[in-house]
């Protein structure tokens, strides 16, 4: 065998000897730069939970054999001081904070190897936020109202970027809306009602919101009465000269003023207050005509009252009746009422019962003949009243109806 075939021979084996040092080296390699590598950065810093003197921070885990976190929180996103611990899981719950305050966060891991530590770089900072304190007690109060909408103000809650209005329905709560004022315009109410409301502050940062858990109460939220209805002369008594003025009352009122004037449009004295719910009134000093009255209700806030629009109407006493025999009927006459445009008749066999109307008219004087279809009965008693009207427009208003007179 010649030299050249002996180097043939010799060159795979030395081929194949050569091929395995070089793997053998870049492996070593690797691993040695895998053993040397630091931890990567912490991602996905969020705000988990908070109160008013704690935050918890959440993140996603690194990978390493024997990870541990070392955290440091700042107030201005640039002076940083560490939590003063170090952990294992990818969280963190720092205490002592301040209520309604923005905090930042920021993590790296390390692995504990002989003989340093490893470092990986700080995460991108988190912003994490403690929740305001309650509004105090009795700090909600209204401000405002009208027949349709209210006006809630409140005491700021410091740090709060928000404050939640609810609606209090019986021991459910109506989300309202959201103001970054200390106050709160609520529409859509319905006139004369009575509501109660809650309100929570909320600080926001970062996406995360922070709301207090008790909101501040407060009651007795009143819309403006609508106008009054149905003002009439209650009672009348010609003899003593008073009557009764009364009206529906509105649920939520804290009370009404009331005004007389003439006919001619002169006040009569001063306007009335009555500091109560009511719905009546009596005047004195009445005179045999008809009198514009006016009514309106309030409600009380402690900014001052609210009054709903005056409502006007038209009172009066019924005429005084005499009555007297006339062949087979009764000749019945009456008090003029100033003011009156006619007068309507009614008869009754009863005092209390059995009315029926005789007549409209504009005289102050009639004969009755019938008692409904029926003639009058020769020695029978009769009882008589008169209604003094008023038309003003398209409405007619009365005269109290309360007494009766008795014809034979």
Same mark, same amino acid.
């Not at 921070?57 to 990870?67: A, F, H, K, L, R």
């Not at 209650?234 to 000269?241: E, L, Q």
């Not at 009555?274 to 009255?293: A, D």
């Given at each position: 065998m010649n030299d050249q075939h002996k180097r043939n021979m010799n060159d795979k084996p030395y081929k194949r000897a050569g091929a395995t040092i070089v793997l053998g080296f870049l492996f070593a390699m690797f691993f040695s730069i895998s053993a040397l590598a630091a931890p990567g950065a912490p991602s996905g810093l969020k705000q988990q939970s908070s109160s008013e003197r704690s935050v918890k921070v959440v993140w996603n885990q690194v990978m390493g054999s024997s990870i541990r976190y070392q955290i440091e929180y700042s107030q201005d996103n640039r002076n940083w001081y560490s939590v003063g611990y170090t952990t294992s899981t990818p969280e963190i719950s720092k205490n002592g904070l301040t209520p309604g305050m923005t905090y930042y966060f920021r993590v790296r891991a390390y692995e504990n190897k002989y003989p340093n530590a490893e470092y990986g770089p700080w995460s991108a900072a988190t912003s994490a936020v403690t929740t305001p304190v309650q509004i105090p007690n009795q700090k909600v109060i209204q401000t405002n109202a009208g027949t349709s909408n209210i006006t809630l103000q409140w005491d700021k809650s410091p740090g709060a970027t928000g404050y939640n209005i609810y609606q209090v329905e019986s021991s459910q709560e109506v989300y309202v809306g959201k103001t970054a004022a200390n106050s709160y315009i609520i529409n859509n109410l319905k006139a004369g009602s009575t509501y109660k409301y809650r309100v929570y502050p909320e600080r926001s940062a970062g996406g995360y919101t922070a709301v207090t858990s008790y909101g501040t109460m407060v009651y007795d939220v009143k819309t403006i009465p609508a106008s009054i209805k149905n003002i009439n002369t209650d009672y009348g008594y010609t003899s003593i000269r008073k009557a009764y003025v009364q009206w529906e009352k509105a649920e939520n009122a804290d009370g009404y003023e009331i005004a007389l004037y003439s006919l001619k449009n002169k006040k009569i004295g001063s306007t009335k207050v009555l500091n109560y719910n009511t719905g009546s009134y009596q005047f004195s000093n009445i005179k045999?005509?008809?009198?514009?009255?006016?009514?309106?209700?309030?409600? =009380? /806030?402690?900014?001052?009252?609210?009054?709903?629009?005056?409502?006007?109407?038209?009172?009066?006493? =019924?005429?005084?009746?005499?009555?007297?025999?006339?062949?087979? %009927?009764?000749?019945?006459?009456?008090?003029?009422?100033?003011?009156?445009?006619?007068?309507?008749?009614?008869?009754?066999?009863?005092?209390?019962? %059995?009315?029926?109307?005789? $007549? $409209?008219?504009?005289?102050?004087?009639?004969?009755?003949?019938?008692?409904?279809?029926?003639? /009058?009965?020769?020695?029978?008693?009769?009882?008589?009243?008169?209604?003094?009207?008023?038309?003003?427009?398209?409405?007619?208003?009365?005269?109290?109806?309360?007494?009766?007179?008795?014809?034979?």
């Amino acid at each position: 065998m010649n030299d050249q075939h002996k180097r043939n021979m010799n060159d795979k084996p030395y081929k194949r000897a050569g091929a395995t040092i070089v793997l053998g080296f870049l492996f070593a390699m690797f691993f040695s730069i895998s053993a040397l590598a630091a931890p990567g950065a912490p991602s996905g810093l969020k705000q988990q939970s908070s109160s008013e003197r704690s935050v918890k921070v959440v993140w996603n885990q690194v990978m390493g054999s024997s990870i541990r976190y070392q955290i440091e929180y700042s107030q201005d996103n640039r002076n940083w001081y560490s939590v003063g611990y170090t952990t294992s899981t990818p969280e963190i719950s720092k205490n002592g904070l301040t209520p309604g305050m923005t905090y930042y966060f920021r993590v790296r891991a390390y692995e504990n190897k002989y003989p340093n530590a490893e470092y990986g770089p700080w995460s991108a900072a988190t912003s994490a936020v403690t929740t305001p304190v309650q509004i105090p007690n009795q700090k909600v109060i209204q401000t405002n109202a009208g027949t349709s909408n209210i006006t809630l103000q409140w005491d700021k809650s410091p740090g709060a970027t928000g404050y939640n209005i609810y609606q209090v329905e019986s021991s459910q709560e109506v989300y309202v809306g959201k103001t970054a004022a200390n106050s709160y315009i609520i529409n859509n109410l319905k006139a004369g009602s009575t509501y109660k409301y809650r309100v929570y502050p909320e600080r926001s940062a970062g996406g995360y919101t922070a709301v207090t858990s008790y909101g501040t109460m407060v009651y007795d939220v009143k819309t403006i009465p609508a106008s009054i209805k149905n003002i009439n002369t209650d009672y009348g008594y010609t003899s003593i000269r008073k009557a009764y003025v009364q009206w529906e009352k509105a649920e939520n009122a804290d009370g009404y003023e009331i005004a007389l004037y003439s006919l001619k449009n002169k006040k009569i004295g001063s306007t009335k207050v009555l500091n109560y719910n009511t719905g009546s009134y009596q005047f004195s000093n009445i005179k045999k005509e008809f009198y514009k009255v006016k009514v309106r209700a309030y409600i =009380q /806030l402690k900014t001052g009252k609210k009054y709903s629009s005056w409502s006007t109407s038209y009172i009066a006493i =019924q005429p005084k009746v005499e009555g007297e025999k006339s062949g087979t %009927g009764i000749k019945a006459s009456w008090d003029r009422v100033n003011g009156a445009t006619s007068y309507t008749v009614y008869i009754s066999s009863k005092r209390s019962s %059995g009315y029926k109307k005789v $007549t $409209t008219t504009k005289s102050t004087r009639t004969t009755i003949k019938k008692y409904g279809r029926s003639k /009058l009965r020769k020695g029978r008693t009769y009882y008589v009243y008169v209604v003094a009207n008023k038309k003003v427009g398209k409405y007619t208003y009365r005269s109290s109806d309360n007494y009766t007179f008795q014809v034979r």
